[in-house]
């Protein structure tokens, strides 16, 4: 028998109780409930920018009242349209707002974003409190119709209102954009090596976020009547920010708490004749503490426990096992046109050259290993030949086409894949989810389960959380295959691994040409891995090409043993 998600019990519950509000509760406490929902309409807004694609804004109540002002010159000049239409006008309103504010998210990051949304909140703040918003001054309030001057009808508006937009954003979060936004807060470098395109995705967020908030203020005027610039102060941004980071609002639990106390604690407060800054101090604390532990907010801790508990039972490690033919060479490179080229590749910081005149070739259906001791330009290399480092000169050729001044992100579409030294998979993400996000296409089932059965990986629905670290490294080879690939580069991929293990990933290696029609670059220190995975292997040593060919014939090389012994041999 099926377990039944408590989640899914709690929130039918939860849906059922606030559907029930108007016959439970006073006139006064359904208005502030009305006042909850749309409160956590505006935390929602914070949660897709900042919980989900991990931008700091501090401008939500700005969008609010963009929306808020819509309604306003709407109901003031009488436009023959339906509030509730109006209020989508009024959220699609905020958007543009939103991508100006986005714009700098481009560029900057962090604290410094964060300074420049709130300095746009100063700004909007000075302009409403100079003009006000479209019939304060003379008193004409704005009119929802008259069905909805109703308090009870207006409560079901907004209800109805809440759960669709809920419905939408959950959608939203479970597309590969939504998947995109995660992916950027963990890492941009990550998410560009995926093919994720983290210009559009941080855009993006921002546009739904003034979308959300540009809603939340166009329902707050239709339920005040008239609107001040007392509703929108920047200091409300930072109110309903830090509760939204503090419960994890980019989850539907998280955004109705927050609503929740941000409306209720204050009316609790004042009931009990305490001071209301007492409440921005808790709301505060708690955001602080939120991002301090790095592990998102109560509602994100909340559903990462219960799908860890869901796991609970399955396997959480690879399984690498099998045969290992040590005693069989790897294939030779077949002669032709190699699908990734670097020609002469120079780059220098300053004095230093940290690679100077490198040239390498992957072949079609081969594997080839870059081998050196530590500082020898290995990942100079690689950060170079993908795109996420400056070269000074030299050229990079993919399939034949010159990729040279091509992005990472253009790069990892166009075929060319790689790993990392150290974990940049998504934690809070499945296995599933990630190797889906990352082969950004259309995955079937049978093509996940011969993918994740090649590599040994536990089950999809088991959260890259509760992973150990060489697993993990398996995971983001996983989705760097899962995406069919030209190229794939894996950097140091055996890291975390025993040398079982290890041994046994070497092997997989060397079949993934003839089995995903890929070409490798293996980095890797251990000899006796490069020995069972590469074909052919380059050598690198102060950023100069010591030798290439066989694996047999160039690990016995003089000049290799002196690279790695520190014996002193003359180069020719």
């Known amino acids: ?15 059922v109780l606030v559907t029930a509000s108007p016959w439970l509760v006073t006139s006064y406490n359904l208005f502030l409930i009305t006042s909850a929902l749309i409160a ?10 900042t919980g989900a694609a991990g931008q700091l804004s501090l401008a939500t109540m700005s969008f609010a009242a963009v929306g808020g002002w819509v309604v306003s010159y709407g109901s003031q000049q009488e436009w023959p349209i339906p509030f509730p239409l109006l209020v989508v006008i009024a959220g699609l309103a905020a958007v543009p707002v939103g991508v100006l504010l986005g714009i700098p998210a481009l560029r900057v990051r962090g604290i410094n974003l964060a300074v420049v949304t709130l300095g746009f909140a100063a700004a909007v703040d000075t302009y409403l409190v100079r003009r006000s918003f479209p019939g304060a001054g003379e008193g004409i309030g704005i009119d929802p119709g008259e069905t909805l001057l109703d308090p ?24 590969r954009l939504g998947l995109a936004w995660r992916a950027v807060r963990s890492s941009e470098r990550a998410a560009a090596a995926m093919g994720v395109r983290v210009r559009t995705a941080k855009l993006s967020a921002f546009v739904v976020s003034a979308f959300l908030a540009g809603i939340s203020g166009a329902l707050l005027g239709g339920l005040n009547g008239l609107l001040s610039s007392e509703n929108f102060r920047p200091v409300l941004s930072l109110v309903v920010f830090a509760v939204a980071v503090m419960m994890g609002a980019q989850f539907v639990e998280g955004a109705v708490i927050a609503g929740a106390l941000t409306v209720f604690f204050p009316e609790l407060l004042r009931q009990l004749d305490l001071p209301q800054q007492i409440g921005d101090l808790v709301f505060a604390l708690g955001a602080i503490d939120a991002l301090r532990r790095g592990r998102g907010g109560l509602a994100e801790q909340i559903r990462s426990g219960m799908r860890a508990r869901r796991a609970r039972g399955e396997r959480t490690t690879a399984d690498l096992s099998g045969p290992v033919t040590g005693d069989v060479p790897p294939p030779p490179v077949e002669p032709g046109e190699p699908v990734l080229q670097v020609d002469d590749l120079v780059v220098r910081y300053g004095s230093v050259t940290a690679l100077d005149g490198v040239s390498l070739a992957v072949h079609p259906h081969a594997v080839t290993a870059l081998v050196g001791p530590n500082g020898a330009g290995k990942s100079t290399f690689v ?38 030294q150290t974990d940049r998979t998504i934690p809070e993400l499945t296995i599933e989810e990630y190797v889906r996000l990352a082969a950004g296409r259309r995955l079937t089932a049978a093509e996940f389960d011969e993918l994740r059965g090649f590599l040994g990986l536990p089950g999809g629905s088991v959260p890259i959380g509760s992973l150990d670290i060489g697993t993990r490294r398996l ?26 293990e290890s041994l046994v990933l070497a092997e997989r290696i060397r079949q993934m040409p003839a089995r995903f029609g890929v070409g490798v670059l293996l980095i890797e220190h251990d000899m006796e891995h490069v020995q069972l995975a590469a074909g052919t292997v380059t050598v690198l040593d102060f950023g100069q090409l010591v030798a290439a060919g066989p694996t047999a014939q160039v690990l016995a090389d003089p000049k290799v043993v002196a690279a790695y012994l520190g014996e002193e041999v003359e180069l020719s």
């Open 40 to 49: 956590a309409l505006a935390a929602r807004s914070v949660g897709i920018v």
């Open 383 to 420: 950060d170079v030949a993908t795109g996420f480092a400056p070269r000074t000169s030299g050229a990079v050729r993919l399939r034949g086409g010159d990729i040279t001044r091509t992005s990472a992100t253009d790069r990892a579409r166009a075929g060319l894949r790689r790993t990392f």
């Open 475 to 500: 995971v983001e080879i996983c989705g760097a295959l899962a995406s069919r690939p030209a190229v794939l580069l894996l950097d140091e991929p055996a890291a975390g691994l025993a040398q079982s």
């Open 152 to 175: 009870v009808n207006y409560f079901f508006f907004t209800w109805a209102f809440f759960l669709v937009i809920s419905a939408g954003v959950a959608l939203l979060l479970r597309s």
């Open 1 to 15: 028998m099926r377990r039944v998600d408590p989640m899914v019990v709690l929130g039918l519950l939860a849906v």
